[in-house]
């Protein structure tokens, strides 16, 4: 089984509506990320936490919300779809100081909204 | 503003010996990462570049020099299975990773 998991994997929906991204992970990492990723570009970070009780805001922010339920659970929410936020995302764990910038990488969440 | 530079798109030859260049400006330095990305699937983590040098890992070495900015990745031996994409980002002052856009590298037989 995958140490980071998410859910979907793949969703297609309509412009509007609402949608929840789910990541668990069994790492036991503190540190929790959710990233898109656009063809040509690179990844772009939207929300991150180092701890439950810890979110903040990345470069991109608007029109995204998330909620860390446990250490183990992170879940990205689109509120009010829109087609622009057609992408791949990617949730991401690390562990602390020097090994924050070793990610590991869910599988990916392929979102397409019409 | 922070900023990562690499190169959109390589080709090189099965066997052969390639080298991704990676220039970087930004506020801090606390390590240089290598990510390795098949297209459709996860980043996963290659290499980590705090101090100036190369580190070898298998047919993978990464080159650092802070004072210039800069840092290559050097893949020998290519196989066919090496035809992804290689990010490089760079841990900033506050601990952020800041990504580029990544390095497509096509290998032909």
């Known amino acids: 089984d995958a140490d980071v998991t998410q859910t979907p994997r793949n969703r297609i929906t309509k412009t509007g509506k609402r949608i929840m991204l789910e990541c668990s992970q069994t790492?036991?990492?503190?540190?929790m990320y959710w990233y898109r990723q656009d063809p040509g570009l690179g990844l772009r970070l939207i929300y991150y936490s180092f701890d439950v009780k810890d979110i903040n805001k990345g470069e991109i922010s608007d029109g995204y919300s998330v909620s860390r339920q446990a250490q183990a659970k992170f879940s990205l929410s689109l509120e009010s779809a829109i087609p622009n936020q057609t992408a791949l995302y990617f949730c991401?764990?690390?562990?602390?100081?020097?090994?924050?910038?070793?990610?590991?990488f869910g599988e990916g969440s392929r979102l397409t909204v019409l | 503003g922070q900023n990562i530079d690499q190169p959109t798109e390589m080709t090189a030859t099965e066997g052969a010996i390639v080298q991704i260049n990676c220039t970087y400006q930004t506020s801090g330095f606390n390590g240089l990462f290598w990510y390795q990305q098949h297209a459709g699937e996860a980043p996963t983590f290659l290499s980590y570049n705090v101090l100036d040098g190369l580190e070898e890992k298998g047919r993978f070495s990464s080159f650092l020099s802070r004072s210039k900015g800069y840092s290559y990745l050097l893949l020998k031996e290519l196989q066919m299975k090496d035809s992804a994409s290689y990010l490089c980002a760079v841990l900033d002052s506050n601990y952020q990773l800041i990504w580029g856009a990544g390095t497509k590298l096509i290998i032909k037989p």
């Open positions: 790492k036991g990492h503190d540190r």
């Open positions: 991401a764990t690390s562990d602390r100081g020097i090994h924050t910038g070793e990610l590991f």
